[in-house]
Nanobody, 127 residues
Framework: EVQLVESGGGLVQAGGSLRLSCAAS????????IGWFRQAPGKEREGVSC????????YYADSVKGRFTISSDNAKNTVDLQMNSLKPEDTAVYYC????????????????????WGQGTQVTVSS
């Protein structure tokens, strides 16, 4: 059974940091790219970052570049998202998702490209 389980969400003040983790099981981790997405109330789900487990290529949304860092641990089948300098507009439910194969600069944020999704973890940034 494929599972993606997010953890690490919570409440933090603006300027603070959080580290999200996505634990994957039930598929060959090295053959997939793992993305982080978020959905704020009343807004569409959007891509935040993505990493290819095979070659370590990383991608970021412009809104988080320089503040968020994605990393993977292929031995543990986990992908972390370190979020620094958080802003109130980062408040959302954060989801991780997995897509088979590689992704590219234009394809990584496309939701329907992804095969599996986690249940999400809430991140709230207070002003």
């Amino acid at each position: 059974e494929v599972q993606l389980v997010e953890s690490g969400g919570g409440l933090v003040q603006a300027g603070g940091s959080l580290r999200l983790s996505c634990a994957a099981s039930g598929f060959t981790f090295d053959d997939y790219a793992i993305g982080w997405f978020r959905q704020a109330p009343g807004k569409e789900r959007e891509g935040v970052s993505c990493i290819s487990s095979s070659d370590g290529s990383t991608y970021y949304a412009d809104s988080v570049k320089g503040r968020f860092t994605i990393s993977s641990d292929n031995a543990k089948n986990t992908v972390d998202l370190q979020m620094n300098s958080l802003k109130p507009e980062d408040t959302a439910v954060y989801y991780c998702a997995a897509v088979s194969g590689t992704v590219g600069t234009y394809s990584w944020p496309i939701l329907h490209e992804y095969d599996y999704w986690g249940q999400g973890t809430q991140v709230t940034v207070s002003s």
